[in-house]
């Protein structure tokens, strides 16, 4: 609303609750772009999957590329998937990225283990806990899109639905 964006945000919370698709919808809305747009075709925001790589030469790789501007949009946004399984040597290589990050880069950290985050990292970040929408809440928003799309169906079905979302 003020128009102040943080540098690093920490997104946690089971798998399944929308951590990493928020991460992208955050990328969208700090870059102007509308909600529809493919964000793979951008440069500027890069997702990298910690558990593929997790050491010390992928945070130094980033660190280098933090350093130039960004190249399509006006912030390059890193979202680090599964950020605890970074290697301890990675993590302080991250932090000092996090300690004095580039204007122009918003880190977002997803992960289903804060509790394996070093404190510094931690400590560092905007943190958002995410949790698991109840099973009553998932059939009356389906109940409501079912409606809103004319689509007749029972009752039954939308808790089966809710069941196997797992809250997700």
């Known amino acids: 609303k003020r128009g ?8 946690t919370g089971p798998r399944g609750v929308g ?3 928020v991460a992208r919808i955050l990328a969208r809305a700090v870059n102007e772009l509308p909600p529809e747009t493919d964000i793979s075709q951008y440069l500027d925001i890069i997702e990298i999957d ?7 030469d992928e945070i130094r790789t980033l660190r280098e590329r933090i350093a130039s501007a960004p190249s399509q949009l006006k ?3 890193y979202i680090i998937d ?8 990675a993590f302080n290589a991250l932090l000092k990225t996090l300690e004095e990050p580039p204007a122009h880069a918003i880190f977002v950290l997803a992960t289903t283990e804060s509790h394996k985050l070093p404190d510094t990292i931690i ?3 905007q943190r958002f806990d995410f949790r698991p929408i109840s099973s009553g809440d998932i059939v009356k928003h389906l109940a409501d899109i079912a409606q809103k799309e004319k689509i007749d169906i029972d009752e039954g079905a939308l808790v089966l ?7 997700g």
Not at 4 to 11: C, D, K, Q
Not at 161 to 167: D, N
């Open 123 to 125: 400590s560092r970040t």
């Open 75 to 77: 912030y390059k946004v």
């Open 50 to 56: 910690a558990a593929s790589n997790r050491g010390i």
């Open 4 to 11: 102040l964006i943080s540098h690093a945000y920490l997104f």
């Open 161 to 167: 639905l809710a069941g196997h979302s797992h809250g």
């Open 82 to 89: 599964e950020v605890h399984m970074l290697t301890r040597e």
């Open 19 to 21: 951590k990493t698709s």
